[in-house]
């Protein structure tokens, strides 16, 4: 009987394999059950992957990753390959090893993991990372006896410049590998719940309970079908007379959008983050009983090429569709002796802004906002379309938009299980766009007010339901005629203490 080898990968903070619960146990005895192939289930504990500490960055944990696969890999022959299962940060730490131990030097035809099955994964990183640099994640970590894992933790951040550099290579440069494709396929795969596990739900932190995500990892963060959109602001000419405050718009312009190749990506109904009551992987137990993580990830084993990948991507979709469908959105949570809860689950769209000006540098000391409506104003936004809005510590310029789709969108009412209505018709309010404001004018170095042209290009084009887009806008630094002028007075001196910025450069 053809063995097929399987390795796990645990995610941030993990001190011990018995994160991984039943799982590995359970899929080994599907697999005979179901008359498959033999499951050799290996629990790869790796030395160097200790995320509690501070010095340790993802490069080395990919470093050590890469060690541990070759020892575990040389027990068997040559070509024998793999599956991976990673769980939460686990998936960025194979991504990392992918990158640049056999993409980047080549090496995808001798890669020895086949299928990447991807566990509620922080591909685009979470919101709850900063809480965990904080002063009180560090406290924490020092009544456990560890570290908060400072550089992973950097990484995990929202709109970190290593995740960003990691997913925009993920959409330009993966597509022309072919992955699915050729003698030696790989099969990537993001499994990821959307139910919130209220017994775990901490009432200091909101984002265990946030729309979309599973208590810690949000769908559109995990989801690897991304976009990239490049927005340019027109230069304005040199020598251009300075116009008035109100005047210096410079409408941007959609230069570029990038798509990531289609990749397999299902919601899994009802399991959280983790936890052993409806975690993706704590939850699984070594029983009979029908598991929704189990049932998802046989499906991805039987992928053998791209036809049956492109089928199962395709099916994924419609499920999801179908999860995600009117009258399966509202989640009653009984409460001893109070009132039911009543919560609304709406798709959410995750938007990264990366501000640079001409010469490619950060900008910060902008103000970023959205607009709606024929007026292009901030005030006409329809209510509840803000979820979460947070800018990177290390990168202030890199600003992370959490979005209600539904909400700018529009949707139908949403029905009751009683019968009744739980929402009434949410009314879109488009054309939706951005606007820039500068925090500073009249200098002699200064950005001007850029809008997006939504004559030409609404927002909503640009951004999905369960996906992530990197947009970044490029701003023009204005530099003025009088930082360096010449003069022909020689006598008596000439005192520009107090010139005025003048015109364009």
């Known amino acids: 009987m053809a063995r097929q080898l399987l390795v796990f990968v645990h995610g941030w903070s993990v001190t011990s394999t018995a994160t991984y619960g039943q799982l590995p146990a359970r899929l080994e005895h599907e697999a005979q059950r179901r008359g498959g192939p033999k499951l050799d289930v290996k629990h790869i504990h790796l030395g160097e992957y200790v995320s509690f500490r501070d010095a340790i960055r993802i490069e080395d944990i990919a470093h050590a ?14 070509r024998q390959r793999c599956v991976c299962i990673a769980h939460s940060m686990g998936a960025p730490v194979v991504r990392e090893w992918l990158d640049r131990c056999i993409v980047r030097p080549g090496k995808l035809d001798t890669c020895p ?9 922080a591909n ?24 908060p894992g400072r550089d992973v933790l950097d990484w995990l951040e929202l709109g970190s410049p ?23 396929p790989l099969f990537p795969f993001v499994l990821t719940g959307d139910a919130i596990d209220r017994h775990l739900y901490d009432h200091v932190n909101p984002y265990t309970g946030e729309n979309g995500s599973d208590g810690v990892m949000r769908v559109a963060a995990a989801n690897l079908n991304a976009t990239h959109v490049v927005l340019r602001q027109p230069a304005p000419r040199r020598g251009e007379a300075l116009p008035s405050a109100k005047k210096r718009l410079r409408t941007l312009k959609l230069e570029s959008v990038t798509h990531a190749m289609p990749t397999a990506f299902k919601i899994v109904p009802g399991k959280s983050h983790s936890g052993d009551k409806m975690g993706i992987m704590a939850s699984v137990k070594d029983d009979d009983k029908p598991d929704a993580t189990v049932s998802a990830i046989l499906a991805c084993l039987k992928v053998r090429n791209a036809d049956d990948y492109a089928t199962l991507t395709a099916a994924f979709a419609a499920e999801n569709a179908a999860h995600q469908a009117i009258d399966k959105r509202v989640e009653i949570e009984s409460v001893p002796v109070l009132p039911d809860r009543e919560y609304i689950h709406d798709p959410c769209t995750m938007v990264i802004f990366r501000l640079f000006d001409s010469t490619s540098r950060h900008v910060s000391d902008v103000k970023l906002m959205l607009t709606a409506g024929p007026d292009d104003s901030p005030d006409q936004l329809p209510r509840g379309f803000m979820i979460d809005r947070q800018a990177n510590q290390h990168q202030p310029g890199n600003i992370t938009f959490y979005l209600n789709h539904a909400a700018l969108a529009g ?12 929402r009434a018709r949410l ?36 951004i999905a339901p369960n996906q992530t887009t990197i947009m970044d806008v490029y701003l023009n630094r204005v530099v003025h005629k009088n930082v360096f002028d010449f003069t022909t007075q020689l006598a008596p001196p000439v005192d520009f203490k107090n010139v005025e910025p003048g015109g364009v450069a």
Request: proline share 9%; net charge negative; with cysteine.
């Open 65 to 78: 990753f890469d060690g541990a696969l070759a020892d575990v890999m040389a027990g068997y022959g040559k």
């Open 113 to 121: 993991i086949r299928h990447l099955i991807m566990l509620a994964p």
């Open 124 to 147: 685009f990183g979470s919101a709850l990372a900063q809480l965990g640099k904080s002063r009180l994640g560090a406290i924490k970590a020092w009544f456990d006896g560890i570290e």
């Open 162 to 184: 290593a995740s960003c550099a990691l997913n925009l290579r993920w959409i330009h440069e993966y597509p022309k590998l072919e992955l699915t494709h050729g003698p030696n």
């Open 411 to 422: 949707c139908p009412p949403i029905p009751d299980p009683d019968g009744g209505t739980a």
């Open 427 to 462: 009314v879109p309010r488009p054309p939706y766009g951005i606007r820039i404001d500068p925090l500073h004018t009249e200098r002699f170095v200064e950005y001007w007010q850029a809008m997006l042209d939504t004559s030409l290009q609404e927002l909503m084009t640009l």
